[in-house]
């Protein structure tokens, strides 16, 4: 069994940052790539940006968080974290973390996701 927790969302004003976290814990072999996407109301769920566990990790962002959101990982404790700067009130939503997890050195990488947190910025 495998749990992804996430933490660090909450109310900031505009202009204001947060760090986001996510855990994974349980039965893992490896976690291939790890990410965030959110889901603002009456939308649907989009990438904000994922990490691969390659070398230093290469990274992709929604065109819109670039040069505000940092994506990184720690693979020693299974997390990775999203901080957010200069938010503004189009970044709120619910933010999902997400990891492609592998239970063993043979089989595959199964996608695995957080209960979300919410991420309210007001104006």
């Known amino acids: 069994q495998v749990q992804l927790v996430e933490s660090g969302g909450g109310l900031v004003q505009a202009g204001g940052s947060l760090r986001l976290s996510c855990a994974a814990s349980?039965?893992?072999?490896?976690?291939?790539?790890m990410g965030w996407y959110r889901q603002a109301p009456g939308k649907q769920r989009e990438l904000v940006a994922i990490?691969?566990?390659?070398?230093?990790?290469?990274?992709n962002y929604a065109d819109s968080v670039k040069g505000r959101f940092t994506i990184s990982r720690d693979n020693a404790k299974n997390t990775v974290y999203m901080q957010m700067n200069s938010l503004n009130p189009e970044d709120t939503a619910v933010y999902y973390c997400?990891?492609?997890?592998?239970?063993?050195?043979?089989?595959?990488?199964?996608?695995?996701w957080g209960q979300g947190t919410q991420v309210t910025v007001s104006s």
């Open positions: 997400n990891a492609f997890i592998r239970y063993n050195a043979v089989g595959p990488n199964f996608s695995h």
């Open positions: 990490i691969t566990n390659s070398g230093a990790g290469s990274t």
């Open positions: 349980g039965s893992i072999f490896s976690i291939n790539s």
